[in-house]
Nanobody
Framework: QVQLVESGGGSVQTGGSLRLSCAPS????????MGWFRQAAGKERERVAN??????????SYADSVKGRFTISKDSAKNSLYLQMNSLNPEDTDMYYC?????????????????WGQGTQVTVSS
């Protein structure tokens, strides 16, 4: 069983930055797929950024809406996940969720994302 705890959300003004953290407990390692998603009330969940195991270095991918502004990273020692968010704008206002999948390939989770955190709120004001 894996539990994910997000932190780092908050309120910032347009152009500001935040760094989200996701601390996993349980059986996670460098082969675990991890990712960040976001969802506003009444809207579908959106993929923000993912990190998958690669043959050498990890493979990262981003939604077009955050490319060049957000950076996903993983602490190999703690298996903690981070999301550095820069140049935030009001469209980034959402609840942000951390997700993990134990069955993972370079192409992504096998069978879907199994574990989810409770979320951390990000609010960007204009």
């Amino acid at each position: 069983q894996v539990q994910l705890v997000e932190s780092g959300g908050g309120s910032v003004q347009t152009g500001g930055s935040l760094r989200l953290s996701c601390a996993p407990s349980g059986d996670t390692d460098s082969s675990t797929c991890m990712g960040w998603f976001r969802q506003a009330a009444g809207k579908e969940r959106e993929r923000v950024a993912n990190i998958f195991p690669g043959s050498g270095s990890a493979i990262t991918s981003y939604a077009d809406s955050v490319k060049g502004r957000f950076t996903i990273s993983k602490d190999s020692a703690k298996n903690s996940l981070y999301l550095q968010m820069n140049s935030l704008n009001p469209e980034d206002t959402d609840m942000y969720y951390c997700a993990a999948a134990m069955l993972c390939s370079a192409a992504g989770p096998v069978g879907g994302w199994r574990y989810w955190g409770q979320g951390t709120q990000v609010t960007v004001s204009s």
